[in-house]
């Protein structure tokens, strides 16, 4: 079995997170709730980086910092509406915020 890791994120409204990290590839692979009045924990994935959004109060904090690299970072920043990518030391690069807060920067796979 390959081990992995699965970030887990805050969110107020699991469902619309999802569709915001659309937008960056990602894709619902399945959802749990206790009971229709609880908070639902919905796992999300972009080929093999998986990423945990909780609507439980007690999983995580807003303002996280998740870092994706990612094969074309030109296309992940267009589908962002992200118009630059910054050149840093270490490569190029962009920050964005998911609707609660949590920021995603996104790096190039350096070949």
Known sequence: MTERLAPVLRTTDANTAVAWYTRLGFVKQ????????????VS?????????LSEH?????PDTLLYL?????????????????????????????????????IGALQR
């Open 57 to 61: 109060t007690g999983d995580a904090q």
């Open 69 to 105: 690299y990612v094969d074309d970072i030109d296309a992940a920043a267009a589908a962002c509406g992200v118009n630059v990518v910054e050149q840093k030391d270490w490569g190029r690069e962009f920050e964005v915020v998911d609707p609660d807060g949590n920021r995603l920067r």
């Open 30 to 41: 399945w959802e749990h709730r206790f009971a229709s009045d609880l908070p639902l924990y």
């Open 44 to 52: 999300i994935a972009r080929g093999d980086v998986e990423i945990h």
